[in-house]
């Protein structure tokens, strides 16, 4: 309109909260998600651990369904730290997969399009941008992760009674903590990696890349110096020590490699040692400080081109 006509009066509605703005992306963002039906099918999929978890769980307590099938309790997995640490491997699986398919979208649209001067020109902080952004993958990947692996531990407790709540609680720790860290990791890589390349299949396969390739680079290290000092730049080795420790599971010594004498002298073992466990957190801490790094270097209201 023309400025000279006056005619334009400001915004006199209800203001959202400055604490929830961020709220805004995820929002809008769920409506396009749930409209792939193929992604819908993939994400309903990533349940049926979760199912066959809570079943062997009812067969623990069922003394009916035990005795059709001619078996006993024995019989069956034990339920305990371990069968839950064996299904949150699964569950986050399953959470890469997704963040694979959904995360990179998200932020490389608006980074190839340049629509990031339409968000932050409004009351919208790079840091409610960033956290908006990450708040769809925490939220669906929380859904197929720790939140139905807590579910399935109050199951059983419910079956078991109270005492096995109280002295297996460590076992709902554990699987709140491997759960939250495994997906801010999954969501933080993928929004860093869509910002940095800016392309969707670019950085899908980039993430890709960074996850599967370095285990065998790994093995490669591992085999040449007979250590696993190698273990420190794999991510999912990285996780799976910080979760292993997490359930109590976690031994350093992981192999022995007998070498033998070329004189005819006596042969020698040699022990495969696992770096301590606060290496591993201390090296998946300095991962996300560059990703946080890298992602305050490109989320920015305009670019310079040169």
Known sequence: MAVYEQTYKPYTGKL???????????????????SSKLFTAFYVICFLPVLIEAILIYLHHNITALAIMNMNARQLIPIDGSFFEYFVFIQGGCAFFVALLLGPPLVSRDFRNNALPLYLCRPFTRTEYVVGKMSVLLILLSGITWLPQLLMFFFQSYLEGFAWFKSNLWIASAIIIAGVVWVLLLALLSQTLSALLKWRVVASGAMLAIVIIPLAFVGII????????????????????????????????????????FDGGPSREILMIEPPLWTSWAML???????????NWKVKAYEVVK
Do not use: K, Q, Y
């Open 16 to 34: 959202t909260p400055e604490w929830s703005r961020f709220l805004i992306i995820p929002r809008h963002a769920f409506r396009g998600v749930f």
């Open 222 to 261: 591992n085999l040449i110096f007979m250590t696993r000092i190698g273990n420190l730049f794999s991510l999912v080795t990285l996780m799976a020590n910080i979760t292993e420790g997490l359930f109590g599971t976690f031994d350093r010594v992981t192999g022995r490699v007998v070498i033998e004498a």
């Open 285 to 295: 801490f300095v991962f996300c400080a560059i990703c946080l790094a890298i992602l």
